[in-house]
């Protein structure tokens, strides 16, 4: 889940609804969640200067608060997502990104806390920003570390040299692939769609898993349903299935790895 503006939570609306109605969904099936925030500025916004300053503590703590209040039984929490990406207020700001775990860490001591998402896209600015907010973080907030990795570009060149190397220069803390998946269609890079293709990273997606399972506790894959079958121009897809709801072949393939994860 990524939950946009967690002060709103007072305010009824569709988007309150949407999460209430997700929230007792995830109730009934007994299944865990992990909650994420963001505040998304575009690439146009960005280019424009827009920028967004990261919250104060005490508006986070407000917030935070608030959400655990309306969803009690939500227990995993990763504070930021994708940090260091340009579109979020947290981007080339890594000590208040320590500062934000650690309010979510004090507000809610029974949860686990992944202080943030990293883009692992390469070996320089994503390992930069992950010490600068190493550094900043306090002996008992690192002593519960974990750290949320998204790592679409090992998984989707067949390689793990980014996980590899993140994973050498970081030894302590678990890891949670917070986002990870084999992509059908990305037009950003001219990848049309190809079922074929993504159940061939698919395969690497969980391999990224098992080769480093001493380390990587768990794996989230983004998105379920893709849209790339009906609809040619949208830009991204990684869905386990199609826009009806059947299944490709990489989700054949992410079911038998689940199970051999286990």
């Not at 929230?23 to 280019?47: D, K």
């Not at 379920?224 to 040619?232: C, E, H, L, V």
Request: charged residues 25%.
């Amino acid at each position: 889940l990524y939950a946009e503006g967690p002060t709103t939570l007072h305010v009824p609306g569709p988007a309150r609804d949407q999460l209430d109605a997700w929230y007792a969904a995830n109730l009934r099936h007994r299944m865990r969640p992990l909650i994420t925030f963001q505040h998304y500025v575009s690439l146009e916004g960005y280019r424009a200067g827009l920028q967004i300053r990261p919250p104060s503590s005490a508006a986070f703590h407000r917030a935070f608060i608030a959400f655990l209040r309306r969803y009690p039984k939500a227990r995993d929490y990763a504070v930021w997502n994708e940090a260091n990406h340009f579109t979020q207020p947290l981007y080339k700001h890594p000590r208040d990104a320590a500062r934000l775990a650690h309010v979510a860490r004090r507000a809610c001591p029974r949860c686990t806390i992944v202080g943030l998402t990293l883009v692992n896209g390469d070996r320089t600015t994503s390992i930069r920003y992950a010490k600068a907010y190493w550094g900043a973080l306090s002996r008992a907030d690192r002593a519960h570390l974990v750290w949320g990795i998204h790592n679409y570009h090992d998984v989707n060149r067949h390689k793990t040299t980014n996980l590899r190397f993140f994973l050498k220069t970081f030894p302590r803390g678990d890891v949670w692939l917070t986002e990870s998946g084999a992509l059908a269609q990305y037009l950003s890079k001219g990848q049309r769609f190809s079922p074929t293709r993504q159940a061939r990273a698919a395969k690497d997606t969980f391999a990224a898993a098992t080769t480093f399972r001493s380390r990587v506790r768990r794996i989230y894959w983004y998105q379920w349903r893709g849209t790339a079958d009906r609809d040619p121009g949208i830009t991204w897809d990684s869905g386990l299935v199609n826009s009806d709801g059947t299944a490709r072949p990489a989700y054949r393939i992410a079911l038998k790895q689940r199970r051999a994860l286990r």
